[in-house]
């Protein structure tokens, strides 16, 4: 097994041991810090198997930007719906169903999101249920230079039914467009959907006006 590998599963082996009956979120901390460590500092990750990610117990995801690799992810917080991920480097996801919320450590953080109630990104419904349109608010910090806003209205467009591959299993899922606009700029998010429940597995989202857009695929659907 790949030393990297053998790294994730000590970490996974100390978090669940520290526990004296606290709950899964903090018994995982240890291997958020630990996560995916390469053997060898200045080499890259390679990527893991499917048999590998299916090792670790608790819901995953995997996050990219561009052509970079995968760091894989691990829900550390509940907060009534919010899910936060942390990978090894610190960096922060929040996500709401299939929507991310909020970025922690990206330098210009995303900190919330006001949605529209009937947003299917945020709150699963069957693609034939989907609105034409939905508004977004999208909530910015910036260090020492206060927060900003940015409102878009969105509509989507049904691509395309395709056969999308996250790390070695597939998946039938319709290719969702998303454009949304405001009078200064347009942002196209795209979306992999499953038609009968709505469930998004890969999504390409915008995260801000200084970021690049972030790749989320689900490895492992969170329970609750």
């Known amino acids: 097994m790949r030393a990297h590998t053998v790294s994730l599963m000590a970490a996974l082996a100390l978090a669940a041991c520290s526990s004296s009956g606290s709950n899964d979120f903090q018994r995982i901390g240890a291997l958020a810090k630990a996560q995916l460590a390469p053997a060898e500092p200045q080499a890259p990750a390679p990527e893991l198997t499917r048999a590998e990610l299916d090792q670790i117990p608790w819901a995953t995801i995997a996050l990219s930007f561009g052509d970079g690799p995968r760091s894989y992810l691990v829900p550390l917080a509940d907060n009534g719906g919010y899910l936060t991920y942390l990978d090894s480097a610190g960096h922060g996801l929040v996500m709401f169903g299939g929507a991310v919320t909020g970025t922690q450590a990206f330098g210009k953080d995303l900190e919330g999101v006001l949605r529209d109630p009937r947003d299917p990104i945020a709150h699963p419904v069957p693609l034939a249920d989907w609105p034409g349109r939905i508004d977004r608010q999208y909530q910015f910090a910036v260090r020492d230079n206060g927060a900003y806003a940015v409102t878009l209205a969105c509509v989507f467009d049904r691509v395309a039914a395709e056969t999308v591959e996250i790390v070695e299993l597939d998946f039938d899922l319709v290719r969702i467009a998303e454009t949304c606009t405001n009078a200064r700029r347009q942002v196209v998010n795209t979306y992999w959907v499953e038609a009968g429940t709505g469930f998004i597995w ?4 915008w995260l ?15 329970g609750g």
């Open 202 to 205: 890969k999504s390409v989202q």
């Open 208 to 222: 801000g006006p200084d970021l690049d857009q972030v790749t989320i695929e689900i490895i492992r659907p969170y």
